[in-house]
Nanobody
């Protein structure tokens, strides 16, 4: 079952822009944190941006001022607007969500990942 599905990746020149979208197929109101991660070839997956359960939006230092994350509760989507792209932004971008559900008197957490979308920035 697909809970998150990314779209919007592609090839762009340095300095260009792309907008990624994550189609969220679970209740947005049951999600505690949701955000974007990326993994470049040969490197570990890293946080790009996240909405925390405390209501904050955190960005990686490397993307601050260039990337903006937003969410739409009516469309059940989370988007990542990426401007002033650099070759070092090249990676597979993943949408991640942590869902909290009350069941049998206790809170259970479920960690979901999308399949990823490739972003390639040429120099």
């Amino acid at each position: 079952q697909v809970h998150l599905k990314e779209s919007g990746g592609g090839l762009v020149e340095a300095g260009g822009s792309l907008r990624l979208s994550c189609d969220v197929r679970i209740s947005m109101y049951s999600i505690s944190t949701i955000g974007w991660y990326r993994q470049a070839s040969g490197k570990q997956r890293e946080l790009v941006a996240v909405f925390t359960d405390g209501g904050r939006t955190n960005y990686a230092d490397s993307v601050k001022g260039r990337f903006t994350m937003s969410r739409d509760f009516t469309k059940n989507t989370v988007s990542l607007q990426m401007n002033s792209l650099k070759p070092e932004d090249t990676a597979v971008y993943y949408c991640n969500a942590v869902q909290r559900v009350l069941g049998n008197g206790e809170v259970q957490e479920y960690d979901y990942w999308g399949q990823g979308t490739q972003v390639t920035v040429s120099s």
